[in-house]
């Protein structure tokens, strides 16, 4: 069965610390994204790949950076993580640029202090 | 950079009653549209899709789709309280990697 599954599903962080948020996906997917949903709102497009050890830039970049090191795996990173960025980060994979639907993951809900 | 608004925010109907969502793309480019369903603390799941002018129905929902008009909808008819959720609307083009999500409609359904 499609699978996407992100760690931790839940981190408290302190303001300026290093935050990583992992996705691994066993969908044979080439696609994955990562985005953000603030509170009762829609999601919005931090990064996303199409292949290994390349990542682009989606609609709000700033203070994110992304590493996808393999087909299976995508991470996000916050190097200095600021209060601004607490919020549900959900990771997403799709098989090709066609009709198929992103299958979204479960979420990470981090919380910056 | 494709934009894609969802209305109204929110929409509150009676059980039994017809909910109708609505979203529009900026990009004139735009092939796909997916209605995707989030209940609250839960993550998204897709529940319609539709890449063809006209009509699709699935159970209790329609969804519409004028892609001259850059336009889709999705209506709930006989809704139920566990219809009671966020719906999040996206699109995207063929060949392009990027899919933009609208802001969400929030339902709630009244016993």
């Known amino acids: 069965e499609a699978a996407v599954t992100q760690s931790p599903r839940s981190k408290v962080a302190v303001t300026g610390g290093k935050v990583t948020l992992s996705c691994h996906q066993t969908?044979?997917?080439?696609?994955m994204y990562w985005y953000r949903q603030d509170t009762g709102h829609g999601l919005r497009l931090i990064h996303y790949?199409?292949?290994?050890?390349?990542?682009e830039k989606g609609d709000i970049p700033d203070g994110y950076k992304a590493s996808r090191p393999s087909q299976e795996n995508f991470s996000l990173i916050l190097e200095l993580a600021s209060l601004s960025q607490t919020a549900v980060y959900f990771c997403?994979?799709?098989?090709?640029?066609?009709?198929?639907?992103?299958?979204f993951g479960e979420g990470t809900r981090l919380s910056v202090l | 950079q494709q934009k894609v608004q969802q209305s109204p925010e929110s929409l509150i109907v009676p059980e039994g009653g017809m909910a109708s969502l609505n979203c529009t793309s900026s990009?004139?480019?735009?092939?796909y549209f997916w209605w995707y369903r989030q209940h609250s603390g839960k993550s998204p799941k897709m529940l319609m899709?539709?890449?063809?002018?006209g009509e699709k129905e699935e159970g209790r929902f329609t969804v519409h789709l004028n892609k001259a008009s850059l336009h889709t909808s999705l209506h709930i008819r006989d809704s139920q309280p566990s219809d009671s959720a966020l719906y999040l609307c996206?699109?995207?083009?063929?060949?392009?990697?990027?899919?933009?999500f609208g802001a969400g409609t929030k339902l709630t359904i009244k016993p």
């Open positions: 997403a994979s799709k098989r090709g640029t066609d009709n198929q639907a992103p299958l």
């Open positions: 969908n044979n997917h080439d696609y």
């Open positions: 790949s199409y292949v290994a050890d390349s990542t």
């Open positions: 990009d004139r480019n735009v092939d």
């Open positions: 899709s539709i890449f063809s002018n």
């Open positions: 996206a699109a995207a083009n063929y060949g392009n990697e990027k899919i933009t």
